[in-house]
């Protein structure tokens, strides 16, 4: 009888631990989990040859959508002052501080995850639109500036947003730190980050050294057009445009610091007369 009494308390208390796991890994857990946080002085571990000119005297990062209290503790470290550039363009805000992207808004049908989660940090499992904070308002809070600076990933980004981003960039101020992000932390940040890159180290350093050391760090490698197409939504004609763009803006930036035309729009209606650089495919 005791052995079976010591049985069942020890099976109830593995059941009881197993249930709580469970929870806890639906609740702390999500689907961008493996986008990276990083920062463009993070140690690159590698041993290929890639050049790293100027890449540390950047003050940036980037990553996925997150908490605030999260992100101020990542980026503890930081003296200056934050500006969070948000590469999004669809509808997104938060909810106690909270991502909505973490509850599940962003799908038509949220799965036990994000019932989960709905009901243990909201009070219910149906969806709040009322309760939805700006990102702005949030970020501004936590004493964070912002910008939202939208870029695609799976189509062209129109002409006038590539403008945007090279004017603020252009009259940002120098003692200022930037954090990119997005949904997931991948195509749109990876492309922003990219984009400053060239915009700071261009022609200094090569095109194909920005990519590389960029994807090093955690983004995506824009040169590869054939990565993703076993894992994810993106077409491969999606992927060449991406790459064919970041090879343009490389030119463009390149003739522009040369002293030629200034604005994006007015390069892409002429031919353009610097070369647009090669960029190598898979590594």
């Given at each position: 009888?005791?052995?079976?009494?010591r049985?069942f308390?020890?099976?109830?208390?593995?059941?009881?631990?197993?249930?709580?796991s469970?929870?806890?890994?639906?609740?702390?857990?999500?689907?961008?989990?493996?986008?990276?946080?990083r920062?463009?002085?993070?140690?690159?571990?590698?041993?290929?040859?890639?050049?790293?000119?100027?890449?540390?005297?950047?003050?940036?990062?980037?990553?996925?959508?997150?908490?605030?209290?999260?992100?101020?503790?990542?980026l503890?470290?930081?003296?200056?002052?934050?500006?969070?550039?948000?590469?999004?363009?669809?509808?997104?805000?938060?909810?106690?501080?909270i991502p909505?992207?973490?509850?599940?808004?962003?799908?038509?049908?949220?799965?036990?995850?994000?019932?989960?989660?709905?009901?243990?940090f909201?009070?219910t499992?149906q969806?709040?639109?009322?309760?939805?904070?700006?990102?702005?308002?949030?970020?501004q809070?936590?004493?964070?500036?912002?910008?939202?600076?939208r870029?695609?990933?799976?189509?062209?980004?129109?002409?006038?947003?590539?403008?945007e981003?090279v004017?603020?960039f252009?009259?940002?101020?120098e003692?200022?730190?930037f954090?990119?992000?997005?949904?997931?932390?991948?195509?749109?940040?990876?492309?922003?980050?990219?984009?400053?890159?060239?915009m700071?180290?261009?022609?200094?350093?090569?095109l194909e050294?920005?990519?590389r050391?960029?994807?090093?760090l955690?983004?995506?490698?824009?040169?590869?057009?054939?990565a993703?197409r076993?894992?994810?939504?993106?077409?491969?004609?999606?992927?060449?445009?991406r790459?064919?763009f970041i090879?343009?803006?490389?030119?463009?930036?390149c003739?522009?610091?040369?002293?030629?035309?200034?604005?994006?729009?007015?390069?892409?209606?002429?031919?353009?007369?610097?070369?647009?650089?090669?960029?190598?495919?898979?590594?």
């Amino acid at each position: 009888m005791f052995f079976n009494k010591r049985n069942f308390f020890i099976g109830s208390v593995v059941l009881f631990i197993s249930i709580i796991s469970v929870i806890f890994y639906f609740l702390s857990t999500d689907e961008y989990a493996d986008s990276k946080f990083r920062t463009m002085q993070n140690k690159i571990a590698s041993t290929e040859s890639v050049d790293l000119t100027g890449l540390d005297k950047l003050s940036a990062s980037g990553g996925p959508i997150m908490d605030f209290p999260t992100l101020k503790n990542k980026l503890g470290f930081v003296t200056k002052p934050i500006i969070i550039v948000d590469s999004m363009k669809e509808h997104h805000g938060y909810i106690n501080d909270i991502p909505i992207t973490f509850f599940g808004y962003h799908r038509k049908k949220p799965d036990l995850r994000y019932f989960l989660r709905r009901l243990f940090f909201t009070g219910t499992s149906q969806s709040q639109h009322e309760l939805i904070v700006q990102e702005r308002e949030v970020a501004q809070k936590y004493g964070f500036g912002y910008a939202n600076i939208r870029i695609d990933s799976k189509c062209v980004t129109p002409d006038a947003r590539v403008e945007e981003f090279v004017t603020y960039f252009d009259q940002a101020p120098e003692n200022v730190w930037f954090h990119f992000h997005c949904r997931h932390g991948k195509g749109r940040t990876s492309i922003a980050l990219v984009m400053y890159d060239i915009m700071k180290n261009a022609p200094e350093v090569s095109l194909e050294d920005i990519v590389r050391r960029q994807y090093l760090l955690g983004s995506v490698n824009l040169s590869d057009v054939a990565a993703w197409r076993k894992n994810s939504t993106y077409p491969s004609q999606a992927l060449e445009r991406r790459k064919k763009f970041i090879q343009q803006f490389y030119a463009f930036i390149c003739q522009r610091k040369a002293g030629g035309v200034r604005r994006w729009s007015e390069w892409r209606a002429s031919p353009p007369t610097s070369v647009v650089p090669a960029l190598a495919g898979n590594h």
